[in-house]
């Protein structure tokens, strides 16, 4: 008894800086909060409540962010009293490590959600992409019940709060406990909301199935690693890892860092660890995986430099090969597969994963052009990506008493489509180009920063590797591209869904932020590399 | 390579910036322009007055144009020449080109000329266009030609010289072929465009070069460079005599690349008599004159400027002696003209000033006979062929007169404007040492008559001897607005070149640019060339008097000697051109085509199949089961931690 | 006492949790294999913080166990609806999405 009388007596209560957590806190709280109002709240109040919440909880976050952002960064390095932000827990290694580059990714993930929002947010009957009643069977009598009453699954904001809460934490992660807990935080509304299709549900829901699956498997992996590591240098931390792992590295931390990449590339989904991304991204609903492959890359590429570049930065002779390997199979099979592939969501989805490759030629230098490149390419490629989701949702088909059904992702349903609603096939190309890297767009002057950190770190090969990659994806795109305007269209069963507001905008919003980031880049590109040049290790 | 000269120091006079009336000179080209702008935007809307806008405009600029010139007359000698500085045009870091306009009195002889006997044509054009339903059009190519050929004469860098020549050959294509219903006129206008841009290709590589050598490409830095060090690098300032002396060819119509000055007779006659008389074709030799310097310092370049003036003087005679088709004799005589400019251009500071003397007064009598023939044509229902006229003296007695000023003025009659320019040329070329000016003076000289023999027989065919006439045809006389340009035309063709030499007045008005001569006697003396001149001009006009106006001349043509046959078939340029050029030319497509189909396109199928084959192989790892995922991912992680470990 | 024992069991445990989700094929059974994974990696956390002589090991195991028992609230979630629909639990008859 004494000795806890004694403990309690010394206990000495963590030093949070609750400042540095404020965005983090604004959304998680929202998410908290309407789950109660989820609860309490009558049914017709209920959508308009979380609506208003969701994008409220955004704003204050990202205003949050840039309040932070004016303040200077946290100084770590060594064991020491650190700077004005993001101080947490005991001692002086900090658990969240709200710095520079973390404030950059996470205003780059509440802006990504802001706009993700906005397609999730159609509540027209057959605009919603989400089902009536996620418990139901498909095809049941119950789900017609549902679908005709115009129940509409209202949870899909808290959750999507709970998973931005869980990316923004995973980017100022300071110790491998912490990004375990972020990782979990981040999956696991993202497993539920994949199976909540309105449509195709039997596909949504394997494509949970498995995304729940892998991701626990990769979860598991990534913690076993963890527990190595720990075993190892005797420390979460990874400032602290940092200082012990100087000295070299025993079997057992290369094993725990191998585990610890893992779990981390699954995330981010390079190969081998890839196999999860075209079957759940062609699953989920549009909404769902735009922002899937946007925010979640965002979040995951953060972790990464954060891991790599800091705690595990005296192994970089360890994890560079890996990393490089990982790079061009992963270039390489994206940009590979993609060609054979006829249905649009999964091209697409390959296509994210030939990006992650792009973006992991950045992560092997080990400097500051590595960091900044990375920083800006995950944001252009989210609002790309999500712009592009955006239009597939648009995208519908019709039925023989021209009710509008579901979306129409096959190819063949996407020929002419430049002849019947020039805008939508307008901007679609714009994105398309700008997936493929043709300059005056945001992907070429990504690819650009990527290739040239590559470069200059002494991987021209690489480099190479991911131009001849870039060029053979560019078939696929252009593909795309020529069907839309070339090609007589089939039978008439494809439409667009003109007069979506909310979906409309996020396009627009998308295009505009990839025309603009591809013709003034400078702005953006100097907010990263400050970024890049806050002491981070890296 | 870096700069091997620089240097703006040495230019004969220094040059000032543009101020009071000369501040003026950018309306010389921005009124044309204007004009060619707000015609061919205009449109339709603008067919009732719009010829009427072109005349005033053009007549406008001729204007601007004396009045620059008083006030540059007003001018010591040392101090004509102004610059006046419109826009920073290229900064491009070592290089820079500006748009600057440069008046001295070279670009000024040229712009009277051009704006003086441009406006006259634009009043003939009123009346000799007035049936044609596209006349609006015909004058914003006027205008617009008259603009880019003043910014040519104006320009103070090569660059923008460049761009006015372009401009000039732009136009020319428009006009040549301006009835492009008509196949062949399409056809006559692209080959005088094809055979343009070869010389262009010669321009363009002569800039480069002047950046290369000197650094820049204003006329200061690069004639004053040549001028000081140019001795030094002649392999350099050989090539780009050459190079511009290529471009001049494609101009002027000279000696390889004349073939298309011919065919340029399908356009309507006011576009010969301005653009392939007067002006355009006289662009080669400004430009040989206004490069002096390089010239100076290359003696084997402009040894073969002379060739080449020499050869065309001769091609052009030979051919305009055997045409019938009276508009292509003129396009022979032209090119033969420009011969003898070109060949008093490249004999140095002693024929630079003649061969621009030369050039105003051919500019005069050449425009005049031009527009003479346009009467003629207007008058017998477009007839072009010298054995359908004669006896046309005393039904078009105007046209009789003026043709016939010209005429005599062509063939050196003493005391007209052509026997000041062109004896004067005459005696330059027999100045020289060795077998030089022998040769190029005895050249000079036989073609004096041959100009002789063809101008006589082509006047005599047309206004003299029996009626040819077809049935049905009423030859009448040109309204006032064609005859006044005429007899303006004939006018200066008769007095102008004995006003100019008076007190050697045109030489002084042009020695700040093209220096001073050294004073040197021909190998003959001066009294003996006239002599002999014009006796071989006597000969030349009384064997065609006596072939063409005293006995009968057959209507159909007879089949001639082999020379005659030869000279008809333009000395067989056209089949030279296809059997060196165009053939090989087809045969080189044909195979880099072949190439292009088989190896590359080949390749790059290859590619794209190995492609989608690995496409093919590795999609089939994607099951759909989640058990075999989870395995390719421990796999991956066996793998990599396998080469980890093998690499320590 | 040395901890290679333990450690060594974590490993055991951790194979054979790998190895159940590559052969089993019943969604819960496979779930439950990626539990045992976890709960191994917790066993290796504890050992690692015994051997160190600093909590941080068993912080995180009391983190990862509720981080778990999250997991199994989705997990089974989504079997379930998955059961329901198909009336099999079997990982292998989800296999719509391919290629």
Redesign the interface.
């Known amino acids: 008894m004494s000795v806890i009388a004694a403990a309690a007596a010394d206990f000495q209560a963590p030093d949070i800086d609750w400042g540095a957590l404020a965005p983090v806190i604004a959304v998680l709280g929202a998410a908290v909060l309407g789950v109660i109002l989820e609860a309490l709240l009558p049914r017709r109040l209920r959508n308009v409540a979380q609506i208003g919440l969701a994008l409220a909880a955004l704003v204050v976050s990202l205003v949050l962010l840039s309040v932070l952002w004016a303040k200077p960064p946290v100084s770590v390095g060594t064991v020491g009293p650190a700077g004005a932000v993001g101080r947490l827990t005991q001692g002086m290694n900090l658990s969240i490590m709200v710095d520079r580059p973390a404030l950059f990714l996470q205003a780059s993930i509440v802006v990504v959600s802001l706009l993700a929002v906005l397609t999730m947010v159609e509540r027209s009957r057959d605009a919603d992409p989400f089902t009536p009643q996620g418990s139901a069977v498909p095809g049941s009598d119950f789900e017609n019940a549902s679908r005709q009453a115009g129940l509409v699954q209202t949870e899909v904001l808290p959750l999507l709060l709970l998973a931005v809460s869980g990316m923004m934490v995973f980017t100022a992660a300071g110790d491998l406990l912490t990004l375990f807990v972020a990782l979990e935080l981040l999956s696991l509304p993202l497993y539920i909301l994949c199976g909540l299709a309105r449509r195709r549900r039997l596909l949504s829901q394997e494509a949970s199935l498995k995304y729940f699956l892998l991701g626990s498997f990769g979860s598991a992996l990534f913690l076993f690693g963890a527990a190595l590591l720990y075993g190892a240098t005797a420390t979460v931390n990874l400032a602290a890892m940092s200082q012990v792992l100087q000295s070299g590295a025993p079997l057992l931390v290369v094993t725990g860092v191998v585990l610890v990449l893992a779990g981390l590339l699954f995330k981010v989904g390079a190969v081998p660890f890839h196999a999860w991304t075209p079957d759940v991204y062609t699953g989920a609903p549009t909404p769902i995986t735009g922002f899937m492959a946007a925010a979640t890359k965002i979040a995951a590429f953060g972790a990464l430099l954060r891991v790599l570049f800091y705690g595990l930065a005296p192994l970089q002779d360890t994890w560079q090969p890996v990393l490089v390997i990982v790079a061009v199979a992963t270039m390489v099979v994206g940009s590979v597969v993609a060609i054979v592939q006829a249905d649009i969501k999964r091209m697409l989805a390959y296509s994210s994963i030939a990006h992650a490759g792009f973006i992991l030629t950045a992560l092997v230098a080990v400097q500051e052009a590595g960091i900044s490149s990375t920083l800006f390419y995950v944001l252009a490629y989210g609002f790309t990506t999500l712009g592009a989701f955006a239009v597939v949702a648009l995208v519908r088909e019709r039925d023989a008493r021209n009710n509008i059904t579901g979306e129409a992702t096959h190819l063949s349903q996407w020929a002419g489509l430049g002849r019947r609603s020039p805008v939508l096939a307008g901007v679609f190309t714009l994105f398309m180009l700008a997936m493929a890297g043709i300059p005056l767009t945001s992907g070429f002057t990504a690819k650009f920063a990527v290739f040239s950190a590559a470069v200059s770190a002494g991987y021209a090969w690489l480099a190479v590797v991911g131009v001849v990659a870039s060029a053979a994806a560019v078939f696929f795109y252009i593909r795309v591209i020529v069907l839309m305007y070339f090609s007589e269209p089939a039978a008439d069963a494809t439409t667009v869904v003109a007069g979506r507001p909310f979906t409309a905008a996020a396009v627009a919003l998308g295009a505009v932020a990839t025309i603009l980031l591809g013709v003034v880049p400078a702005p953006v590109l100097e907010l990263a590399r400050t970024a890049a040049t806050a002491p981070f290790g890296g | 390579m870096n700069l091997i000269l620089s240097g703006t120091a040495g230019a004969a006079a220094q040059a000032g910036a543009a101020s009071g009336v000369q501040s003026l000179t950018w309306l010389l080209v921005g009124l044309p322009l204007l004009g060619a702008f707000v015609l061919m935007v205009g449109g339709r809307r603008t067919d009732r007055w719009g010829h009427w806008l072109a005349v005033l405009l053009s007549w406008a600029a001729f204007v601007i144009g004396a009045a620059v010139f008083l006030s540059v007359l007003g001018e010591p000698a040392s101090e004509r020449v102004s610059v006046q500085h419109l826009f920073s045009w290229v900064p491009a870091g070592a290089f820079s080109a500006e748009a600057a306009l440069r008046v001295d009195t070279l670009s000024l002889t040229f712009v009277l000329l051009v704006t003086f006997v441009g406006s006259l044509i634009h009043v003939y054009s009123v009346a000799y266009m007035a049936a044609d339903p596209d006349r609006r059009r015909f004058f914003a190519y006027l205008n617009l030609f008259v603009a880019a050929m003043l910014l040519l004469v104006l320009a103070d860098n090569y660059l923008l010289l460049y761009v006015g020549w372009e401009g000039v050959g732009l136009a020319s294509y428009l006009l040549i072929g301006f009835w492009n219903h008509n196949p062949s006129y399409a056809a006559a206008a692209k080959k005088a465009f094809v055979a343009n841009r070869v010389g262009d290709i010669g321009l363009a590589l002569a800039i480069a070069s002047m950046f290369l050598v000197f650094g820049g490409v204003d006329f200061d830095t690069v004639l004053g460079g040549a001028q000081q060090d140019g001795l030094q690098y002649q392999g350099w300032m050989t090539f780009i005599g050459l190079m511009l002396l290529l471009g001049a060819c494609g101009k002027s119509a000279q000696v390889p690349l004349q073939s298309w000055l011919g065919d340029a007779m399908a356009g309507p006659t006011p576009v010969s008599a301005l653009i392939h008389a007067a002006t355009m074709v006289t662009a080669g030799v400004y430009l040989v004159v206004r490069s002096g310097a390089v010239y100076q310092a290359a003696p084997t370049a402009a040894l073969i400027v002379v060739i080449v003036g020499a050869l065309s003087l001769l091609f052009g005679a030979i051919v305009a002696s055997a045409k019938d088709d009276m508009k292509k004799v003129l396009a022979g005589s032209t090119m033969s003209q420009v011969g003898y400019m070109m060949l008093a251009a490249g004999l140095g500071p002693v024929g630079y000033a003649f061969a621009i003397f030369h050039l105003v007064t051919h500019g005069f009598f050449k425009a005049g006979m031009f527009l003479g023939a346009g009467s003629v044509m207007h008058g017998m229902d477009d007839v072009v062929d010298l054995r359908r006229f004669g006896d046309l003296a005393r039904t078009m007695r105007i046209t009789w007169l003026t043709f016939g000023a010209g005429w005599l003025s062509i063939i050196g009659f003493p005391f007209l404007s052509g026997f000041w320019s062109k004896d004067a040329i005459i005696e330059a070329a027999f100045v020289g040492e060795g077998w030089r000016p022998w040769v190029f003076g005895s050249v000079a000289m036989l073609a004096a008559g041959l100009t002789a023999f063809y101008a006589s027989r082509m006047f005599f065919m047309m206004f003299h001897g029996r009626k040819r006439w077809d049935t049905g045809a009423h030859p009448h006389e040109a309204p006032p607005l064609m005859t006044v340009p005429m007899i303006v035309l004939a006018l200066g063709s008769v007095f102008l070149g004995g006003v100019l030499t008076i007190g050697g007045a045109f030489v002084n008005w042009l020695t700040p640019v093209v220096g001073e001569a050294a004073e040197e006697e021909p190998v003959l003396s001066v009294p003996v060339i006239t002599a002999i001149t014009l006796a071989l001009v006597a000969i030349g006009a009384l064997w065609a008097w006596r072939q063409y106006a005293a006995s009968d001349v057959p209507v159909v043509q007879p089949r001639g000697s082999l020379a005659t046959v030869a000279a008809r078939r333009d000395l067989f340029q056209d089949d030279v051109n296809e059997a060196v050029f165009m053939r090989p030319g087809q045969y080189l497509t044909r195979s880099l085509v072949f190439a292009d189909t088989k190896g590359v396109d080949g390749a790059v199928g290859g590619i ?1 199949g190995m ?2 084959g ?3 192989w ?20 066996v ?3 396998g ?3 093998v ?2 | 006492m040395s901890a290679t024992p333990f450690l060594m069991l974590s490993a055991i445990l951790f194979t054979i949790g790998a190895v159940g989700v590559l052969t089993r094929r019943n969604a819960i059974v496979v779930f439950m294999c990626v539990e045992l994974m976890l709960n191994a990696s917790n066993l290796a956390l504890i050992t690692f913080a015994r051997v160190h002589g600093n909590l941080d090991g068993q912080v995180a195991a009391f983190f990862v166990m509720v981080v778990a028992a999250a997991e199994v609230v989705v997990g089974l979630a989504i079997i379930v609806s998955i059961f329901r629909t198909r009336r099999s639990a079997s990982v292998d008859e989800a296999n719509l999405l391919k290629y």
């Open positions: 794209a492609v989608a690995t496409a093919g590795l999609r089939k790892f994607q099951t759909g089961f989640v058990r075999s995922y989870a395995a390719s991912m421990l796999v991956g992680v793998v990599l931690l080469a980890l470990v690499v320590r």
